[in-house]
């Protein structure tokens, strides 16, 4: 079963505060048109966003960023009672998956946490 959203364009000129360009926009759809193709557009632009700015900002931010993983590793050695190679390996896969464009679920991230002597990798 699938379902679709449809906006009409008539209903939506009646509106007297569209841009031109959004009135631009309307005059090239049909009289009802999908919201959906919009929506995902809008979305893949907006991950593509965040994904460029998380970047610059872990670029130009490389020296601290290894300040706070050190200071990570340091809580999760407290976290984990004082065992060091298991706090190493929650840093590196927590650093892995932020550093991940793919998701990792949280059980997965568990899983390789609990199952692995090695950090995670993609």
Do not use: Y
């Amino acid at each position: 079963m699938e379902c679709v959203v449809g906006l009409n364009v008539s209903q939506l000129r009646e509106w007297n505060k569209w841009s031109s360009a959004s009135k631009a926009f309307l005059n090239g759809q049909p009289e009802i048109f999908e919201l959906r193709p919009i929506v995902r557009t809008h979305g893949r632009l907006i991950a593509d966003l965040n994904g460029w700015l998380h970047n610059e900002l872990a670029k130009d931010n490389a020296d601290g960023l290894v300040e706070v993983n050190r200071l990570v590793e340091e809580r999760n050695a407290i976290l984990t009672g004082g065992d060091v190679e298991q706090a190493r390996r929650l840093t590196a896969a927590w650093t892995a998956q932020r550093e991940n464009p793919a998701a990792l679920s949280t059980e997965d991230l568990l899983q390789r946490l609990t199952t692995s002597d090695a950090p995670p990798s993609d």
